[in-house]
């Protein structure tokens, strides 16, 4: 039997749990709309499509004055990603945790979007990494236990293997654990050698979503907070702070 794991995603750099990603505004509609429907059809190729009322709202999208087309492709997508990445002008780049259902998949891959917010215009390759999902072949073994996960960005046809430029565009990560139970990883982004935020941002895991909110509730108790979504949004705002 598989089993969902649901995900307390803590920022330890300069996010504040799963707020609503930041609208980006600065960009054309056009070349957006084709990259978020290379998005769509790859999505589809994995097996997760935009469900008909998104599709639908996509392909309606072009109609709509640029600015309010724009927010709505936004609207679509964002609810969909686990992680934001903002590349500031300076090529640093920073991550956030996403609006998506935080679950994973006991022996199996779940498929997310990731937002890039690009202020650089750079056109390189986002990469992905976390010292959880460091191969297993050859590890110490007081190291076996923590590296629990797998993860790959999706860079194939019809996506580029590369950022396009623009301003806003999404890209597609894949995420495998092979455990069960209470879990720690730490993710981090980048585009290139020293240009990735050293605070990356840190995931507790949880074996259910009810497990996730009991996990919640504590380590709000654990920090003199509530034990809602807004304590949570505190917590790692805490966390941050801290860290």
């Known amino acids: 039997m598989r089993c969902h794991i649901a995900l307390l995603l803590c920022a330890l750099a300069t996010t504040t749990g799963a707020a609503p990603l930041t609208l980006v505004t600065n960009v054309d509609l056009q070349p957006l709309h084709a990259q978020v429907k290379r998005v769509s059809q790859a999505l589809a190729s994995l097996g997760v499509p935009l469900s008909d009322v998104e599709s639908q709202q996509l392909e309606a999208a072009p109609a709509l004055p640029p600015g309010k087309a724009v927010e709505q492709i936004q609207a679509i997508f964002d609810r969909h990603c686990l992680f934001g990445v903002n590349i500031n002008p300076e ?3 920073k991550v956030a945790a996403g609006e998506a259902e935080h679950v994973l998949d006991e022996q199996g891959w779940r498929v997310f979007l990731v937002k890039v917010a690009n202020e650089a215009g750079t056109t390189s390759k986002l990469s992905a990494s976390s010292p959880n999902a460091k191969k297993l072949h050859g590890s110490p073994a007081e190291e076996v236990a923590n590296r629990w996960l797998d993860l790959a960005m999706f860079d194939s046809q019809p996506l580029n293997g590369t950022l396009s430029g623009l301003a806003l565009e999404y890209r597609i ?5 092979r455990d069960a139970g209470t879990r720690e990883a730490k993710f981090s982004f980048d585009v290139g050698q020293g240009t990735q935020d050293l605070g990356g ?4 895991v ?8 009991q ?8 920090h003199g907070l509530g034990a809602g979504r807004e304590a949570g949004d505190r917590l790692c705002q805490l966390v941050m702070e801290d860290g």
């Open 173 to 177: 990560i894949q995420l495998y654990s």
């Open 91 to 93: 090529m640093r780049v």
């Open 201 to 204: 941002l840190e995931i507790k």
């Open 215 to 222: 996990a919640k509730a504590a380590l709000g108790r654990e």
């Open 206 to 213: 949880a074996h259910s979503a009810q497990d996730w909110r």
